[in-house]
């Protein structure tokens, strides 16, 4: 698996009709810049909203995953979904002029075999993963469903699906990153139960629903009128019905159900919006167990983003003490507000600041209820990045970090005499030409007191 992002070499279109909807659709997928995403665009309203991709927005899962952003919707994503994020694509917008994407024939093939054309390039950033490192499990017992995620190196996935059907019986499919999704899951196309027919169309859905882009089960004899009916419903006048199906189809594998089933929860899953390191195993998932569960996954990292993800032990010695820091910025005390580094690497430091009421600024703010500025904890946190970004020049003490840009900034915790601030910078991007991007955070403890982005430039002193 690719540790750079990546995205399609050009643009792809197809053309069909939505599976609810039945309008006709026209999507086109574009390449897109490192850190996009995968984003829906659509162009047939006025200013072009765009709809990322994300569980965040996730608003209906009734017959498919529908997001929604600004009011304006994109449907039945998870096909689109599934094969991009499997093939390999980080980024990409995708322009469409409904509110539906294609359903064409009820599987991710043409997409898969369009995409495989063009090929995928690679691009600088990193990639994110997310690494599982304890058992998750997310259940609906009244209904059987059960996904259970565990700590793994890879990302693969097991499932089953038992729906009490004398047509389908167990059925079992399984991905690893070893697999050909192409010719393995993307050709295994979407599947309803007879029963379930009548009442889809009177809640107006499967407008664009026909027995080309759909496996239509059939558990029970059917009468000569309801297939009589039928006949009418899909302007077909030789159906019929044989071992099971309607139409007398033929399966593409006889797991491809359950098949599809993964084909769905591989889409699902994408909206998390990074990739998983860890084994899947899923008993009768649906879009809404799939995207319940990535809320609370994306939930559960950022919550775990606002720890420390790095211990510090006093009892160890210090990677860089005082004198060595000294050594390395140009600020002096009252300013300098870093006591210890203790973690560093090439795309991460951590360091301490013990403060105390002898600290200059604790006289004016405030005389009664000591609180340390802000301001302050942002240029620690930012000395505690220059120090990481000053380890990659052989004299770092002729160098000077200068801001450029601080974004994001959220204060969160107070920081007052007695507590011990914890920084924790993490680059988001190479460094070029002596320019850092960084996330930086600030903990008291296990509480996060600080966060920021920021952007920062070392530049060589002029006396030097």
């Known amino acids: 698996m690719s540790t750079k992002q990546q995205t399609l070499n050009s643009s792809i279109s197809f053309s069909g009709k939505g599976l609810h909807t039945g309008l006709r659709v026209t999507m086109t997928v574009h390449p897109a810049d490192p850190d996009t995403g995968i984003v829906f665009r659509r162009t047939d309203i006025e200013g072009q909203p765009v709809i990322p991709a994300s569980c965040d927005n996730v608003v209906d899962t009734s017959r498919g995953t529908t997001i929604e952003a600004g009011g304006h919707r994109v449907s039945t994503i998870e096909h689109i979904m599934s094969v991009l994020w499997t093939l390999g694509v980080d980024n990409a917008i995708i322009d469409i002029d409904a509110p539906e994407t294609p359903i064409m024939d009820g599987s991710s093939r043409e997409y898969a075999q369009a ?14 993963y997310y690494q599982v490192t304890e058992k998750m499990v997310y ?69 664009g629903g026909d027995l080309d882009n759909a496996i239509v089960v059939v558990e029970n004899p059917v009468p000569d009128e309801q297939l009589d009916n039928l006949k009418k419903i899909f302007n077909k006048p030789d159906i019929e019905v044989k071992a099971g199906y309607l139409n007398n189809l033929q399966l593409r594998y006889n797991n491809e159900l359950a098949r599809h089933k993964l084909l769905d929860l591989l889409g699902d899953f994408a909206l998390l919006g990074m990739r998983i390191k860890g084994r899947v ?5 649906g879009h809404f167990a ?4 990535m809320k609370q996954l994306k939930y559960s990292i950022r919550k775990a983003g606002e720890k420390p993800r790095y211990q510090y032990d006093c009892r160890k010695p210090a990677l860089y003490d005082i004198n060595a820091i000294r050594r390395m910025l140009p600020h002096r005390p009252p300013f300098l507000l870093v006591d210890r580094i203790f973690h560093c690497d090439a795309t991460s430091v951590a360091g301490i600041k013990n403060v105390t009421m002898n600290e200059p600024f604790f006289v004016g703010h405030f005389p009664e209820e000591p609180v340390m500025p802000g301001v302050l904890i942002i240029e620690a946190m930012a000395q505690c990045s220059g120090i990481m970004v000053l380890r990659s020049v052989p004299d770092p003490e002729n160098y000077s970090t200068y801001f450029m840009k601080i974004d994001g900034v959220k204060f969160k915790h107070k920081v007052v005499p007695g507590d011990m601030l914890q920084f924790e910078i993490h680059l988001l991007e190479p460094i070029r030409r002596g320019v850092a991007l960084v996330e930086a955070k600030a903990f008291v403890g296990e509480t996060l007191a600080c966060e920021a982005v920021l952007m920062a430039q070392i530049v060589k002193n002029k006396n030097k």
């Open 115 to 128: 995409i495989t054309e063009v090929g995928v390039v690679e691009q600088p950033a990193e990639r994110k």
């Open 281 to 285: 195993w899923a008993t009768r998932p």
């Open 290 to 293: 799939n995207t319940e569960f």
């Open 139 to 207: 259940t609906i017992p009244e209904k059987g469903v059960a996904i259970i995620l565990y700590p793994d190196d890879e990302f693969s996935v097991s499932l089953h699906v038992d729906y009490n059907s004398k047509v389908i019986g167990n059925q079992y499919a399984t991905f690893d990153p070893r697999d050909d999704y192409s010719s393995k899951i993307a050709p295994c196309r979407t599947f309803v139960f007879l029963h379930e027919l009548e009442p889809l169309m009177k809640m107006n859905l499967i407008k």
